[in-house]
């Protein structure tokens, strides 16, 4: 069982708010806003982004590394995490 399901609730209200901020800068686009509001726009989609990958990183390490029931689960969890952030930071 995943670890985010006690908070998926949350995350997905999260998720459908930046949702609906990348449909601003689609109807922006369309409707040939200037490129400064578009810019603080995408600024603002990167922030919820970054907040949003932020919880889900500290949820695993400290459901899956911290809390891990025994080394070997322990190990296993700050591998993906290390596998994760290496994917993340390209």
């Given at each position: 069982?995943?670890?985010?399901?006690?908070?998926?609730?949350?995350?997905?209200?999260?998720?459908?708010?930046?949702?609906?901020?990348?449909?601003?800068?689609?109807?922006?686009?369309?409707?040939?806003?200037?490129?400064?509001?578009?810019?603080?726009?995408?600024?603002?989609?990167?922030?919820?982004?970054?907040?949003?990958?932020?919880?889900?990183?500290?949820?695993?390490?400290?459901?899956?590394?911290?809390?891990?029931?025994?080394?070997?689960?322990?190990?296993?969890?700050?591998?993906?995490?290390?596998?994760i952030l290496r994917s993340y930071l390209k």
């Open positions: 069982m995943s670890h985010l399901n006690r908070d998926n609730s949350r995350l997905i209200a999260r998720l459908r708010r930046i949702k609906g901020q990348v449909e601003g800068v689609e109807r922006a686009l369309e409707a040939d806003v200037d490129c400064t509001e578009v810019l603080r726009q995408i600024a603002s989609i990167r922030g919820a982004m970054n907040g949003l990958t932020n919880e889900v990183f500290e949820e695993h390490l400290r459901s899956h590394v911290v809390d891990a029931a025994d080394t070997a689960a322990r190990e296993k969890g700050a591998e993906e995490m290390i596998q």
